[in-house]
């Protein structure tokens, strides 16, 4: 099975702070996403890519920004974290469409 | 455009009894349809998922959900509770032939099991 690591569990920032989210399978997957959950939201799409340097808006992009050098990681970067941006953050990685998603263990942010 | 409607956030059932866990979904296109399960701490794994070639869709830990298209619907159901099963699930639909098949999820159904 493919394995999706992301770099921390619990994450502790400032408001204002520059946070790297950081996200690496160990498969050849083309594409890779970054989902926030919420308590009684579900998962929402922030980005997703589908190729190197190749990246798409999902369903709440803003505030945050991704990075895709290597086909293996996958970046989520919050430029100025704030309050709202607390949450927990899933990064997947999947092969054709159709196919399942592998998801990591996901990261607990907490803005303070 | 797809969604996904998860009916009842949480669901609470015996040991040993019926589990169902309702979806219905919403697809101009023919979808893949997938239940997903998280267990606390952790992200989230595959339970089973629908993509035409049979209605009845067998997953693991005795998981299975019957795709009805003129219901719209994609429900799960075992058969007889485990504590183990306590969890929280997750329905998704992806569009069939989309150009990136993204996963549309739903907002997710805690289920308890009482002992």
């Known amino acids: 099975d493919v394995k999706v690591t992301q770099s921390s569990r619990y994450l502790v920032k400032r408001t204002g702070e520059k946070v790297f989210l950081e996200c690496v399978q160990d498969?050849?997957?083309?594409?890779m996403f970054w989902y926030r959950q919420d308590p009684g939201l579900g998962l929402r799409l922030i980005y997703f890519?589908?190729?190197?340097?190749?990246?798409e808006k999902g369903d709440i992009p803003e505030g945050y920004s991704v990075s895709r050098e290597k086909k293996e990681r996958f970046s989520l970067i919050l430029e100025s974290a704030s309050t709202n941006q607390t949450s927990m953050y899933l990064c997947?990685?999947?092969?054709?469409?159709?196919?399942?998603?592998?998801f990591g263990s996901g990261t607990q942010l907490s803005v303070l | 455009a797809q969604s996904v409607t998860q009916l009842g956030s949480h669901v609470s059932v015996s040991e040993g009894a019926l589990v169902l866990l309702r979806c219905n979904y919403s697809s101009s296109v023919p979808p893949y349809l997938f239940w997903y399960v998280q267990y606390p701490n952790q992200g989230l794994q595959l339970l089973l998922k629908y993509t035409s070639a049979a209605t009845l869709v067998k997953g693991i830990n005795g998981f299975e959900a019957e795709f009805k298209k003129s219901e719209t619907s994609f429900h799960l159901t075992k058969p007889s509770a485990h504590m183990s099963d306590a969890a929280e699930y997750f329905c998704a639909v992806s569009a069939y032939g989309g150009s990136q098949g993204n996963l549309i999820f739903g907002k997710g159904t805690k289920l308890s099991v009482k002992p």
């Open positions: 997947a990685a999947r092969g054709r469409v159709g196919e399942k998603l592998f």
């Open positions: 498969m050849d997957h083309e594409n």
């Open positions: 890519s589908y190729d190197v340097k190749m990246k």
